[in-house]
């Protein structure tokens, strides 16, 4: 899936929180990817990273899939088509809600 070209739907904007966790603020635009399953069943989470504010769609490419170490939960990193971050920048980035889980970064 890296360096596919994808479009993302929005359901936690930037500047949202989480609907169950009420103290979890969304720093980037963070969707899905319609029509796509994950190893979970579902379809795969997604963050936005390089877009200042939030959008209901998005259309980019997909520079890298976080696997949780202790979960069958991935996340895709989708950006402007322009754009690349390395992995540092990445973790920078998801760190909000990552810190929560033993993750790997796959570019």
């Known amino acids: 899936m890296i360096g596919k070209t ?3 739907i929005v359901d936690r904007p930037l500047g949202s929180y989480h609907p169950k966790h009420k103290d ?10 319609e029509g796509v399953m994950a190893l979970d069943g ?7 990273l390089g877009v200042d504010k939030p959008v209901e769609t ?4 997909v520079i890298a899939i976080i696997h949780r170490e202790n979960d069958v939960e991935d996340k895709w990193i989708v950006v402007p088509k322009h754009l690349s971050f390395t992995k540092e920048e990445i973790l920078k980035q998801v ?8 993750i790997t970064v796959v570019t």
């Open 24 to 33: 979890l603020y969304y720093p980037v635009n963070y969707g899905y990817i």
């Open 42 to 48: 579902e379809e795969p989470d997604t963050y936005i």
């Open 95 to 102: 760190h909000f809600q990552k810190q929560y889980f033993k």
């Open 6 to 8: 994808v479009t993302v």
């Open 58 to 61: 998005f259309v980019g490419k």
